[in-house]
């Protein structure tokens, strides 16, 4: 048999084949948000591919034997798939073509990256490290680590941890020389905690290695009294920290936040949101670029444009600067 896993209408349908009879059986439906629970890029890619309908992700094979991630791998790509069903961790892996098809690294780690992959054993600018402030010895035991993208809502996390929290260290995972997503180089990180004068720990990541266990592996021995992040409203995402962050105690510092009350803090900080990264599915009729500034009035128009004003979705991402 034959299992086909496709996007339509906001919902994914997984439709079985039976050889045999060469058709499809009735299918089941599964919303998203049960989906998210499983992969933080299943996330990702949905927030790219959402609004298009029949879009076909993976194909993967059922019963007479499981097949290896390499022979998914290179069926997918036979297929003409976006990806596959890792038989290990459940997750979804894009193929290769599929990354390719991006133009460029994404900074995650991906298994099947085209651009030059992250494994174990690579150049020094691709190993953990710890950089400190002047002022700072040493990485203070029982302090609040705060995931850190380098934009607005990480910024707007870190605010808000301030409050209450002495000691605080940003944690920043990379692939390539860039942050996933975000299209900012670890060097503009690094300036950021120089700015801030916060321990920074960059991890990272490998194509062989699960995301989970590479974070998890830098920071345990450096006993953290909690693990901070700058998520809004989706619920996926922090189900998935929640199942994978376990041993850890979760702070969402700004969950749930009105939209308009984070923004008067943004707008009031010392440091400046400009956009950093573009969605592929950002609506082409609005005049917005890499490196414009990150507004009210931008905000305010992506809302009448029906974007999430402040990208949650993955429509656009910022990096923060500070004159």
């Known amino acids: 048999m034959e299992l086909q896993w496709i996007l339509s209408g906001g919902e994914v349908f997984r439709k079985v084949r039976n050889s045999s009879k060469n058709k499809y059986q009735p299918s089941c439906c599964f919303n998203i948000e049960y989906l998210l629970r499983t992969s933080l890029f299943l996330y990702r890619y949905f927030c790219a591919e959402i609004s298009y309908c029949g879009i076909v992700l993976a194909t993967t094979?059922?019963?007479?034997?499981?097949?290896?991630?390499?022979q998914l791998h290179r069926q997918a790509q036979i297929n003409g798939d976006m990806g596959y069903i890792d038989p290990d961790s459940k997750l979804f892996v894009m193929t290769e073509q599929t990354l390719r098809s991006r133009g460029k690294c994404c900074g995650n780690g991906c298994r099947h990256c085209p651009f030059g992959r992250s494994v174990l054993g690579a150049t020094?600018?691709?190993q953990n490290c710890i950089v400190l402030p002047d002022n700072i010895e040493s990485v203070p035991q029982n302090a609040v680590f705060l995931f850190w993208s380098g934009g607005k809502d990480s910024y707007l996390a870190l605010i808000e941890l301030q409050k209450n929290e002495r000691d605080i260290v940003l944690c920043t995972t990379f692939a390539n020389g860039m942050v996933g997503h975000q299209?900012?180089?670890?060097?503009?990180?690094?300036?950021?905690?120089?700015?801030?004068?916060?321990?920074l720990i960059l991890i990272s990541l490998k194509s062989d290695q699960r995301y989970e266990e590479r974070v998890l592996k830098a920071l345990l021995p450096?006993?953290?009294?909690?693990?901070?992040?700058?998520?809004?409203?989706?619920?996926?995402?922090?189900?998935?920290?929640?199942?994978?962050?376990?041993?850890?105690?979760?702070?969402?510092?700004?969950?749930?936040?009105?939209?308009?009350?984070?923004?008067?803090r943004l707008m009031e900080a010392?440091?400046?949101?400009?956009?950093?990264?573009?969605?592929?599915?950002?609506?082409?009729?609005?005049?917005?670029?890499?490196?414009?500034?990150?507004?009210?009035?931008?905000?305010?128009?992506?809302?009448?444009?029906?974007?999430?004003?402040?990208?949650?979705?993955?429509?656009?991402?910022?990096?923060?600067?500070?004159?």
Request: no cysteine.
């Open 61 to 70: 094979q059922i019963g007479g034997g499981t097949m290896t991630y390499q």
């Open 124 to 126: 020094a600018e691709e």
């Open 270 to 323: 010392d440091g400046t949101a400009f956009i950093s990264a573009i969605g592929d599915h950002f609506p082409t009729h609005y005049p917005i670029q890499v490196g414009d500034k990150y507004t009210l009035e931008m905000a305010s128009d992506f809302e009448r444009l029906g974007v999430d004003a402040f990208g949650e979705n993955g429509e656009f991402h910022t990096e923060v600067r500070f004159e």
């Open 183 to 199: 299209e900012i180089p670890v060097d503009m990180i690094k300036r950021q905690a120089k700015h801030l004068n916060l321990p």
């Open 222 to 264: 450096l006993q953290p009294k909690a693990f901070a992040f700058g998520d809004l409203h989706l619920e996926g995402i922090r189900a998935w920290r929640e199942r994978y962050f376990i041993d850890v105690p979760l702070l969402f510092p700004i969950w749930k936040t009105e939209y308009t009350t984070l923004l008067g």
